[in-house]
């Protein structure tokens, strides 16, 4: 089975594509890692919908972009998302790790 939604309109976020996104006010960016992760690094603006009690149908109304630490845990939201019928725009893709790596800016606890 795989863990990546096949819906066309699903796109595999970059860390400045989604930057540009988040500047533009454009998405909702919903963090799927669990509450102490989120605490201690965290993108602004981003909400914590941890995937240990993730329900799809408690996403914000918008544009949801995914995310976590490296990519595998937002894929596994989405295809629940996409199981229950709720669509998502896409994930960041290498998660928070790729976001760091890109430079970009992070709260930090």
């Given at each position: 089975?795989?863990?990546?939604?096949?819906?066309?309109?699903?796109?595999?976020?970059?860390?400045?594509?989604?930057?540009?996104?988040?500047?533009?006010?454009?998405?909702?960016?919903v963090?799927?890692?669990?509450?102490?992760?989120?605490?201690?690094?965290?993108?602004e603006?981003?909400?914590?919908?941890?995937?240990?009690?993730?329900?799809?149908?408690?996403?914000?109304?918008g544009?949801?972009?995914?995310?976590?630490?490296?990519?595998?845990?937002?894929?596994?939201?989405?295809?629940l998302?996409?199981?229950?019928?709720?669509?998502?725009?896409?994930?960041?893709?290498?998660?928070?790790?790729?976001?760091?790596?890109?430079g970009?800016?992070?709260?930090?606890?």
């Open positions: 089975m795989s863990t990546a939604p096949q819906s066309t309109s699903f796109t595999l976020f970059q860390p400045g594509t989604l930057q540009d996104a988040l500047t533009a006010n454009s998405v909702i960016l963090d799927v890692r669990e509450p102490g992760e989120f605490e201690a690094a965290r993108i603006g981003a909400v914590n919908l941890p995937l240990s009690c993730f329900d799809p149908a408690a996403l914000p109304a544009d949801v972009v995914l995310l976590c630490g490296v990519g595998k845990r937002s894929r596994l939201a989405a295809s998302c996409e199981r229950a019928g709720v669509p998502v725009s896409g994930h960041l893709q290498g998660g928070l790790a790729a976001w760091m790596e890109a970009l800016p992070v709260l930090r606890r």
